[in-house]
């Protein structure tokens, strides 16, 4: 796009360049010349990028003007592209995330304490998952964090306010904990924040999460963020998603998992042509003993 753009910007450096000559030629023999009229334009795009001058005619002060235009072009062109390159490398986003988040019953949790404490429970658990899709980044001190935000009216004035409250996550022991953390992110394995709803949620939008009433309250979405570090580079990566309380970005049910195995390459487990969807009703209805 930008040489395209350099290249457009040249042409009529070209144009103007030659109207502004002083020659005996009739302006109409002078674009006559398609040949030179090309050369001129790539003189102007070896300008614009810094490599090459244009030399304009004594006394004509608009290719005077041109000249530098073009060089001003090509000292601030390279940066530019420099500029772009650089925040392409370093803007790392190697997180992909499931298209939806899951809400299933509690003691479809993957931790065996929590699903026995939760066997009698009708309350809900909410499922995100994401993976790491680079082969060649390293992912090490990944922390999860999730928080609901949500707009209510002012008590004093009825005037629209935005609030946010922190959601306690699933920690390593399947504890409600301010945050869960993994100590590496294996490439393209799957992770998964649960973040307990502790209220049945037979419907969507589900209106309330941790405590919070949310039928009164408009533009609910809920935010989960990650921070890492990469081994190598040693910088840090972030990312985050953000969930409509909704059918757009939430659905019911439990999701299809991968089943690791070590002696395939991740992306050949079973289950990668599911990772989008649920698992089918009757293979998500086996309640744990309490």
């Known amino acids: 796009m930008t040489l395209t753009v350099l290249a457009g910007v040249s042409a009529v450096i070209a144009v103007l360049w030659t109207m502004a000559e002083d020659s005996p030629r009739s302006l109409s023999e002078r674009f006559s010349d398609p040949e030179r009229l090309f050369d001129l334009a790539l003189s102007a795009l070896r ?19 041109l000249a530098t235009m073009a060089s001003v072009i090509g000292a601030l062109a390279p940066a530019v592209l420099l500029g772009f390159v650089l925040i392409k490398m370093f803007a790392l986003r190697p997180f992909v995330w499931r298209r939806r988040a899951s809400i299933s019953h509690a003691w479809t949790a993957d931790f065996p304490g929590y699903r026995r404490s939760h066997a009698q429970s009708e309350n809900a658990i909410i499922a995100i998952r994401f ?15 999730a928080h609901l935000r949500y707009l209510e009216r002012s008590p004093h004035d009825g005037s629209l306010v935005i609030y946010k409250k922190w959601l306690n996550v699933l920690d390593e022991k399947g504890e409600p904990a301010e945050e ?17 709803v502790d209220a049945p949620v037979p419907r969507l939008p589900f209106t309330r999460i941790q405590g ?7 533009g609910v979405e ?24 909704g059918p757009e970005d939430f659905e019911l049910g439990r999701f299809v998992p991968l089943e690791p195995d070590l002696q395939r390459d991740v992306w050949e487990w079973d289950g990668w042509r599911g990772f989008d969807e649920l698992l089918p009703p009757d293979e998500d209805a086996t309640r744990p003993a309490s």
């Open 47 to 65: 300008a614009c990028v810094g490599t090459d001058n244009l030399d304009p005619q004594a006394g004509s002060t608009a290719q005077q003007l």
């Open 180 to 196: 869960r953390c993994w100590l590496a992110v294996e490439r393209g394995a799957p992770f998964t924040v649960w973040i307990p």
């Open 212 to 218: 919070k009433d949310l039928s009164q309250s408009a």
């Open 131 to 145: 993976y790491n899709r680079f082969d060649n980044l390293f992912v090490v001190d990944l922390h999860a964090r």
């Open 222 to 245: 809920l935010m989960v963020r990650l921070t890492a570090r990469t081994v190598g580079l040693g910088t840090e990566v972030a990312d985050e998603r953000w969930f409509k309380v």
